[in-house]
């Protein structure tokens, strides 16, 4: 990637009074997180990814859904923040920034990253669909999916699906920061899932430049000021000082 690129973004980094960052599977694809469209290799391979992260999908067939998240789950454990993830937290130690993700991983979390904005939700969080509002006073009757033993509810990852409105305190938190950042910066998302892919539109409008950072290109490059075609993990370590390099 030539230096050009890389010191108009370092500038415009530096100079910014107010970061959104907004990242997506990606960011995580360094720490071995297989990204969302081809987390379904292997066994998943027959599967497309829409079709099962939805509610409908979880009633029809509850145990492969509920299957298949643990299975992301346990990719997921074994995985580690990546370079990328610890440069995000390097950078809210030294700018004010805001850290929107689409990720369901918690990798920015073990990074060091805090008030991370999941707008999909957390992999590792549960709730219940149809639940009682006591299933958590008792311990649940196991399974694939674990079922509440007051009401036989069936237990359900703690995400968004496709079709179901993002959480409303993560929502709010993330359109506030596309409408007050005077920066936005794009990690490793196809800016193809929505809403969260009109959020830099959002930033763009109210007159922040926008930075994109992908190996492919990607749905938000015409938003972007600029396009740095790069792996995250070695492309945000060159864009602000690392503490302690
Ligand atoms: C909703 C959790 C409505 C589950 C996920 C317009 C407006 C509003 C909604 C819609 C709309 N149009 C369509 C919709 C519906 C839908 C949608 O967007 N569909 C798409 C497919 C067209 N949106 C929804 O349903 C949303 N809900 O709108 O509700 C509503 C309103 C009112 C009341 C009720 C309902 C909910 C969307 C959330 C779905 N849940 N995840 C789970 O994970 O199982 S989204 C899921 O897809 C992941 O979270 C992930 O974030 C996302 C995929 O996006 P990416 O993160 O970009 O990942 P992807 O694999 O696509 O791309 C990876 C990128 O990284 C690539 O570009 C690649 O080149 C790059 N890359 C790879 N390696 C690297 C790299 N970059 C840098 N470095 C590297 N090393």
Redesign the pocket.
Known sequence: MENAALSLARGWIADARQIFVLT????S??SGVP????ALTGLWARFD??E??TEEAYRRQPALVWQW?QHRRELVSAAQPNP?HYALAALARQKSITLVT???DGLHQHAGSEHVVEL??NLFANKWLDGCGRCDTVPPIPGDPPHCALCGAMMRPG????????PRVARFRADHAAETCDLCLV????????????LPGVAKEIGARVIV????P?ALDETADLVLSA???ECLPMLWQQEGA
Request: charged share 10%.
């Open positions: 997506g599977a990606g960011i694809a360094e990204t969302f469209r081809d990814p829409e099962l992260a998240y990328a689409q990720n369901i999909h939700g995400v968004v699906w496709f079709g179901e409105d993002l990690v490793g998302t196809s800016g193809l899932v929505y809403p969260a892919a009109a950072v992908n190996t492919q990607s792996p995250a993990g």
